[in-house]
């Protein structure tokens, strides 16, 4: 959602306005339902899937959009402590999607996921570990590229993308086995 800060976002909603001009970045695939289990084709390869990037699009960016960056996160691995599956950044802010199977636009950077790759792997919870939730994210960033450094991890990229995104939106999906 566009940052409108809370309080103004509550204030309005009080009052029966809504921001000016603003308006919700939205993330969709064709792939992946909000929700919904993810299909076997976006599921870590060791686990028995396809580890298949799903087709992500977004709209609804702010015209000020520099860059994207997009990532996957399951919060509920590692006992709370999560898990990151794909970073992208320094998607140009002509960037509006991405085809399935991941493949990055020129001067796009991937960074190194909690498997200790660049790349996208997908969903391989533990068995028995219950129902794990994945966040599709698209980061709005007010700057052509990303000063995180050519080894990017999630844990490293999420403070940076929380505090100077100017809007993101997710979507999440979820898998267990």
Not at 76 to 104: E, K, M
Request: with cysteine; aromatic share 8%.
């Amino acid at each position: 959602m566009v940052k409108c800060v809370m309080a103004a976002a509550a204030l309005a909603a009080t009052l029966g306005n809504s921001c000016q001009g603003a308006s919700a970045m939205e993330l969709t695939s064709p792939d992946v339902a909000p929700g919904a289990s993810l299909a076997p084709a976006q599921v870590f390869s060791q686990c028995g899937g396809g580890n298949v990037a799903p087709a992500l699009a977004w709209a609804g960016a702010p015209a000020s959009a520099k860059s994207f960056a997009v990532t996957l996160f399951d919060p509920d691995a590692h006992g709370g402590q999560g898990w990151w599956h794909w970073i992208v950044y320094n998607l140009p802010a002509t960037t509006h999607s991405l085809a399935r199977g991941g493949a990055l636009p020129q001067g796009a950077d991937a960074g190194r996921n909690d498997f200790g790759r660049k790349e996208y792997d997908g969903a391989c919870p533990p068995e028995g570990s219950g129902t794990h939730h994945y966040q599709f994210t698209v980061w709005a960033m007010p700057t052509a590229t990303l000063d995180v450094g050519t080894n990017a991890t999630g844990e490293a990229i999420e403070p940076y993308l929380k505090v100077h995104a100017i809007a993101n939106a997710t979507l999440t999906a979820t898998y267990q086995r």
